[in-house]
Structure formats: structure tokens, C-alpha cells
């Protein structure tokens, strides 16, 4: 179990560092303030096609489509650098790195599938998750068919693009702070 914390600990430190050095370099200036999923805590992304994608690797200027694509992929297989290091630095700042990495480490799903109905332009948005409101700015909405555990149900993604690649809005569970 030690060995476990300190792995943790490890990536989290690294994440954290990740995300000071993003901001430094401005690379998160799309970003106002810290957020959770808006739409009640599953962080969804999009573009306009099917996920069919068998890489969870993505260049700068991707689409959304492309990065709808790669996690649901990540979600498929349990990419879990990709789930991790593609959180919005709002989702870091509010659960912490340690949190996240524990909520999406057992986010394997081999049914995750996300087809793209509609990509919307990027708003400021304002979200509640656990009690607390935040401003997303530039977010873009991205309404998708989602399969999760086999079932198809409709969702709406939220996908920031933070240095000419997106990233994605979830809830991970606790928020840090009052």
C-alpha cells in the first residue's frame, strides 16, 4: 500500500508540475477559473464522426472530432496518461492531481464510444458540480452519442483547446477546498 501512495504521490507531484509549467507558459490562458463538468460531472468532448480511433496520440491543432476520438479510445482501453493528461488545468486546481488520477484509474471501459452529432462554437460557460459555480471560457460543446457500459444514451461533451490541443472537463469526485 505504500508503494501505491508513493506512485501516487509521484504522479501527482509530476501533474502538479505539468500544470505550474503550463502556466507559466501560458499555455492554460484559455482557462478562467477551475471547473467540474457543467453538465453534472462527465467530461465530454466532440467533433463531427464516429470514434472509431485506435491512437490515443494527437498533434497540436487537432479537431475535435480527433480528440472525441482518442478518448474515447483512452476510455476503451484505460489510457490513463491520456484520460490524466488531458484534464483541463481547471479540473487539476479543483480536485487535485491525486484525485483525479484515482477516479479515472479505474476508467476502463471497452465499450466507451462517442459519435459526434454537433460541435458547437466556443462560450464561456458557467457549471455547478458539488455545490460550487465556476466560468469555463471558451469551452465548446460537443453533443455526441455516448456508449458507457454498453449503454447508448445521449451527452454533451466539454472540450477546452489549452495550447492547440483540447482537453476535457470531468468531475473527479471531492473539489479541494471549501
Not at 464516429?50 to 494527437?58: F, H, I, P
Not at 488545468?89 to 492531481?97: C, E, F, H, K, N
Not at 476502463?108 to 466556443?122: H, I, L, N
Request: glycine share 16%; aromatic share 4%.
Amino acid at each position: 500500500m505504500q508503494i501505491l501512495g508513493a506512485a501516487l504521490l509521484t504522479v501527482g507531484v509530476v501533474v502538479a508540475g505539468i500544470g505550474v509549467a503550463g502556466q507559466l507558459g501560458s499555455w492554460g490562458a484559455k482557462t478562467e477559473a477551475v471547473a467540474g463538468a457543467p453538465d453534472g460531472g462527465d467530461g465530454k468532448n466532440g467533433g463531427d464522426g464516429n470514434s472509431s480511433s485506435t491512437s490515443t496520440t494527437l498533434s497540436a491543432g487537432e479537431a475535435p472530432a480527433q480528440f472525441v476520438d482518442a478518448l474515447g479510445n483512452a476510455l476503451r482501453t484505460g489510457d490513463t496518461n491520456f484520460l490524466v493528461g488531458r484534464l483541463n488545468p481547471a479540473v487539476v486546481t479543483r480536485y487535485g492531481s491525486a484525485q483525479c488520477l484515482g477516479a479515472l484509474a479505474g476508467a476502463r471501459d471497452t465499450s466507451a464510444t462517442f459519435t459526434v452529432k454537433q460541435v458547437g462554437d466556443p462560450v464561456d460557460i458557467d457549471g455547478t458540480t458539488d455545490g460550487k459555480t465556476v466560468s469555463i471560457a471558451e469551452s465548446v460543446s460537443v453533443d455526441v452519442d455516448r456508449v458507457q457500459r454498453g449503454v447508448t444514451e445521449s451527452a454533451t461533451l466539454h472540450i477546452v483547446e489549452v495550447g492547440g490541443r483540447f482537453t476535457w472537463l470531468v468531475d473527479c469526485g471531492n473539489p479541494i477546498g471549501p
